[in-house]
T-cell receptor, first 114, second 117 residues
């Protein structure tokens, strides 16, 4: 099947800086995307989602950008904090897919330096 | 967000025994739940889709008789690893589907670490 992939397996940032985590997806038919955060030994936690009819969506300290032309998704975290250290996964799906399956990317580990 | 409870968080068992993992949606009804398996430093691999009141849909390569799924109510799905062997040791995670603004969001349980001796 098609995969959602990530450019960087590990990202190290200084506390207080902004973080940008990237994701490339291959299924041009995907129209709904979700970012999850997974801390060590825990299940993934929903962060933010975006539909394909949007280019940008903002949450609390996080922004997701979608570029459908190049099939690229990014998660921006403002003023990165130690608590942001985790593995981040993007996931794609078809909103009208009756199976409701999510296809997960390989993940990016974010390390926040004090 | 919606709360999904998964139990137990950790289980250690002997080879050949069966282990049951429970996944509950605490504040909502979930007609569809999902079971994933995750190896260290890897992404989530979908094992099966659990549908309330009907048989689960398994992904290719996942043994139905090995991983028994029951979704008897709108708030509970169980995964039973039958005759567990060391190669079944892994992190198992469940999720429940909630219709969101743009589509269907999956909320995840905390996961179950299975260690088979």
């Amino acid at each position: 099947g098609e995969n959602v992939g990530l450019h960087l397996p590990t990202l190290s940032v200084q506390e207080g800086d902004n973080s940008i985590i990237n994701c490339a997806y291959s299924n041009s038919a995907s129209d709904y995307f979700i970012w999850y955060k997974q801390e060590s030994g825990k299940g993934p936690q929903f962060i933010i989602d975006i539909r394909s009819n949007m280019d940008k969506r903002q949450g609390q300290r996080v922004t997701v950008l979608l570029n459908k032309t190049v099939k690229h998704l990014s998660l921006q975290i403002a003023a990165t904090q130690p608590g942001d250290s985790a593995v981040y996964f993007c996931a794609e799906t078809l909103a009208m897919d009756s199976s409701y399956k999510l296809i997960f990317g390989s993940g990016t580990r974010l390390l926040v330096r004090p | 967000g919606a709360v999904v409870s998964q139990h137990p968080s950790r289980v250690i068992c002997k080879s050949g025994t069966s282990v049951k993992i429970e996944c509950r949606s605490l504040d909502f009804q979930a007609t569809t739940m999902f079971w994933y398996r995750q190896f260290p430093k890897q992404s989530l691999m979908l094992m099966a889709t659990s549908n309330e009141g009907s048989k689960a849909t398994y992904e290719q390569g996942v043994e139905k008789d090995k991983f028994l799924i029951n979704h008897a109510s709108l708030t509970l799905s169980t995964l039973t690893v039958t005759s567990a062997h060391p190669e079944d040791s892994s992190f198992y995670i469940c999720s429940a589907r909630v219709a969101g603004l743009g589509g269907n969001i999956q909320y995840f349980g905390a996961g179950t670490r299975l260690s088979v001796l």
